[in-house]
């Protein structure tokens, strides 16, 4: 059976790269699980990939679900935009996208768009920027980074992968270059539990970093939200949903809650 976000994929790039898979269908893509229930992706942060994406899911029947407008004035800012739709089977299809994933910096996503994503027969993220999507506040997250981290070169793995034991073993190789704690650790003869606590406290530090920014961006979305529910958005068809929600988003939903228009900000994403 065909997937339907990998013909997304193709079918938003038809006219020029525009849209990257990510999250879990991306995780898909280098067969690390089997399915995934959603769609995510990676935009142009430009008008005219909005427009390309509302085009291939107005012609689908798709609706709007809670989130900002589809619209690079609130995607710029860190926002993510949502819709759905029912395929021939009376399936749900779940689109989500962005312009601005969480921990991934400019530079890096303007060499994947000068690149057109993976090489492969679809456009998708590359690992390195996969892994540090998937640094959320979720745990089930992170088994996944560490299976993903098994596709990199070594020095990879060492930066990324949640596994002690891989820790350990990596560590040891002659010239390993890695200055994250638990690589230091185990380079200086820790115990396998030293490792693993290590690892423990980085993953707790990236939860709570993520925790905070989702917080944050439900605090600014409540009266968004609250509006978006009482005037029906959902429920209404796409192009008209769209004009709604612009004109709700532009009295009710900040912009850049977190001050992610700034360039700096931008550029400080890509040395972490």
């Known amino acids: 059976m065909a997937n339907v976000y990998f013909e997304l994929t193709k079918e938003f790039n038809a006219r020029g790269t525009i849209a990257l898979l990510a999250a879990g269908q991306a995780v898909v893509y280098y067969r690390i699980a089997m399915m995934s229930k959603d769609g995510d ?25 809670f989130g900002s407008p589809l619209d690079v004035r609130w995607l710029r800012g860190g926002w993510s935009s949502h819709l759905e739709f029912r395929d021939e089977e009376g399936r749900r ?53 560490a299976e993903l981290a098994r596709l990199l070169l070594e020095d990879g793995e060492l930066r990324y992968t949640t596994d002690p034991d891989r ?44 925790r905070r920014r ?36 532009g009295s009710v939903l900040p912009a850049d809650p977190l001050g992610m228009t700034g360039e700096g900000t931008r550029r400080d994403a890509d040395a972490r």
């Open 41 to 65: 992706w990676v935009l142009r942060e430009t008008r005219e990939a909005c427009a390309r994406v509302l085009e291939v899911l107005g012609a689908r029947g798709a609706r709007y679900r």
């Open 93 to 145: 299809v779940r689109c989500d996208f962005l312009t601005r994933p969480p921990r991934v910096g400019a530079a890096a996503l303007d060499r994947l768009f000068a690149a057109g994503g993976d090489a492969g027969p679809l456009r998708v993220v590359d690992l390195d920027s996969l892994i540090r999507m998937k640094q959320t506040q979720r745990a089930k997250d992170y088994p996944v980074i």
């Open 167 to 210: 820790i350990i073993a990596l560590a040891a190789r002659p010239g390993a270059s890695c200055d994250r704690p638990a690589a230091r650790i185990a380079r200086a003869g820790g115990t396998r539990e030293d490792v693993a606590v290590a690892v423990a406290r980085e993953t707790l530090a990236l939860q709570e970093e993520d």
């Open 214 to 249: 989702v917080e944050a961006y439900e605090a600014a979305s409540a009266a968004f939200l609250a509006e978006f529910r009482r005037r029906g958005i959902a429920q209404m068809p796409l192009g008209e949903a769209h004009g709604a929600l612009v004109d709700l988003a």
